[in-house]
């Protein structure tokens, strides 16, 4: 449990440090921005997004801008994940 919560937060901490140096914000729960989004939020944000393979060719379903916006303050690795690297 200890490393599941580490792990959680060091993703967190990245995620906010990327985005307060940027100087953006990421739209919260009532609409409002803030550069100190709770990774939760982020997942939750995430939902309803598919990887589909048709005919050999892999596609992600229902990649939105904001959650393509959001992808470019998470770690390249995630980024590789939704296949945008």
Same mark, same amino acid.
């Given at each position: 449990m200890?490393? !599941? +919560? +580490?792990v959680y937060n060091l993703g967190q901490r990245e995620m906010r440090n990327n985005l307060k140096r940027a100087k953006v914000g990421i739209k919260n729960q009532?609409?409002? *921005?803030?550069?100190?989004?709770? #990774?939760?939020?982020? $997942? &939750? !944000? $995430? &939902?309803?997004?598919?990887? *589909?393979? #048709? =005919?050999?060719?892999? &596609?992600?379903? =229902?990649l939105t801008e904001s959650r393509h916006f959001i +992808? =470019? @303050? +998470?770690p390249s690795s995630? &980024?590789? @994940? @939704? *296949?945008l690297s």
């Open positions: 200890s490393l !599941c +919560l +580490l009532l609409g409002k *921005l803030t550069n100190s989004p709770t #990774l939760r939020w982020v $997942f &939750q !944000c $995430f &939902q309803g997004i598919h990887a *589909l393979t #048709l =005919n050999g060719v892999n &596609q992600i379903i =229902n +992808l =470019n @303050y +998470l995630c &980024q590789k @994940y @939704y *296949l």
